[in-house]
């Protein structure tokens, strides 16, 4: 494998394959001036050393196959899903009930006792005059179902509405898949640099013929990726209010390559030319950090109430779907308000996510979980150069830059270690697709007591893929971390 060419010391020049194998003051294996992560460690037993390459070949070959199950369910959920009432998309049935039961479960008759209890039960809702049913049980003491919930309001008035982008909730695929791709890119880099750990000295440098063709197909994929979320934070930002939600975890990529800049191959491209490798690094983590402060943008337009806003909705009290004013009079129901009164009540088309019996995790925590995880190791670095700071008195050959590099394995190396947690939600993600091949398609309701209407949230029972709306569009965001 490729090194530098030389070491340039003073006036001498040591030429390639001179200088042993060591370590630097800091804690970092050197190899002829090529440098490499501190994890995993160079093994001279070559049984120790072929653990390794099996771990790091296991996970890699785990993610790419539960990328390859996940990618084949995707295609079957958009190919063979069932068109529940056999309505276009663009009808005005559709607008009705979505990709829902609804309109099976609203013309069954409901038991006046029970009916009784649910509305009761669905009107301990924070925000006056409103109830939401939000899984697929009613939690009061008969335990009834979605469908003998939605049968105890055949007599309310079904508000027709088309879907926003923003009524796309984050779900356990959208989150596992966005994850995929950039572990994938990592895993692969760690196997590259394993390779030239214990590679032959003696070969000369090359340049950017150090970094391999298959890894541009990576970079690649991380630009169009990089691009895109930006792309898609600017609509967000553009129109707060109705755009998709970008994936808060897109800062990963720059600040990946960030720390790829300091390990071989990418830093042997750059040859001697120290200057322009530390200002391509500084450009990845500047690029970094303003993309996280974007992300905090991002979870604040999607999550108000965790600042102000009452509820816990999407963008509430903004709404997730546009009221069709001209069909409300058509639609089944009766109502004490007319057509635009029902359409200027926000609350009734804001959604509050839907809890599905079978689903095995929440996508909303499992994400914000992912993004403080990757936050706090990204800075636990310098929080061990501050605390260097502080025991340098205790011990003088301790200093923070020696610290900060020493705690630092690089990114690639942490992205590494946390593709275990993308293998065990892999695993998770795969029970949850086999379980929503036999689901049954019931979403978020909204009721207005007040004026006796209803509204139908679209079902996430297959994860959003069967709904036409710019399904392709969001299919490929899908999988680009964006």
């Known amino acids: 494998m490729p090194r530098l060419a030389n070491l340039r010391t003073g006036s001498t020049d040591y030429e390639y394959g001179q200088l042993p194998y060591n370590h630097t003051a800091d804690g970092e294996r050197d190899v002829a001036n090529c440098k490499f992560p501190s994890i995993p460690k160079k093994m001279n037993e070559k049984r120790k050393r072929n653990a390794i390459w099996g771990i790091i070949g296991t996970a890699f070959f785990l993610i790419v196959s539960f990328t390859g199950v996940a990618i084949a369910f995707t295609v079957v959920f958009a190919v063979k899903s069932p068109n529940v009432g056999g309505y276009r998309s663009d009808s005005p049935e559709y607008a009705l009930y979505k990709n829902t039961r609804f309109e099976e479960c609203y013309s069954a008759p409901g038991s006046t006792t029970n009916c009784t209890a649910m509305r009761i039960a669905l009107n301990s809702s924070t925000i006056a005059g409103f109830g939401y049913l939000r899984s697929s049980a009613v939690f009061n003491e008969n335990s009834s179902d979605w469908c003998e919930a939605v049968s105890c309001f055949n007599d309310y008035k079904v508000v027709p509405s088309t879907p926003r982008d923003s009524a796309m909730w984050p779900t356990l695929l959208t989150s596992w898949a966005a994850c995929a791709g950039f572990l994938v890119g990592s895993l692969f880099q760690l196997l590259l640099q394993q390779k030239a750990l214990y590679s032959p000295r003696n070969k000369p440098c090359k340049g950017l013929g150090d970094v391999h063709w ?192 020493w705690a630092d394995p690089g990114p690639i190396a942490v992205l590494s270690l946390l593709s275990v947690f993308e293998i065990i939600t892999g695993c998770i993600l795969v029970v949850d697709m086999v379980k929503r091949l036999n689901g049954t398609p019931d979403a978020t309701l909204a009721f207005d007591w007040e004026c006796q209407a209803i509204h139908v949230a679209l079902s996430p029972w297959k994860y959003y893929i069967d709904v036409e709306y710019e399904r392709g569009w969001r299919l490929t965001k899908l999988w680009f971390n964006s």
């Open 214 to 405: 298959y890894s541009w197909l990576f970079i690649g994929y991380d630009l169009v990726s990089f691009t895109w979320w930006w792309v898609s934070f600017g609509k967000l930002a553009a129109a707060p209010k109705s755009a998709a939600t970008p994936f808060i975890v897109g800062w990963v990529i720059p600040w990946k390559y960030a720390g790829l800049f300091r390990y071989h191959p990418f830093s042997c491209a750059f040859g001697t030319n120290r200057r322009g490798k530390n200002v391509a690094r500084g450009i990845f983590y500047i690029l970094a950090v303003i993309q996280w402060i974007a992300s905090w943008y991002v979870i604040h337009i999607n999550l108000p109430s965790l600042t102000t806003a009452p509820g816990w909705g999407l963008r509430a009290p903004n709404p997730s779907y546009d009221c069709v004013q001209s069909q409300v009079d058509a639609a089944p129901g009766t109502s004490t308000c007319s057509a635009t009164q029902i359409c200027s009540r926000n609350w009734l088309f804001v959604d509050f996510g839907f809890h599905l019996l079978y689903r095995n995790a929440d996508p909303l925590i499992a994400i914000g979980l992912i993004f403080l995880a990757l936050t706090l190791l990204a800075l636990s670095p310098l929080a061990m150069m501050v605390l260097a700071c502080f025991l340098r008195d205790k011990s003088p050959s301790l200093s923070p830059r020696s610290t900060l590099r």
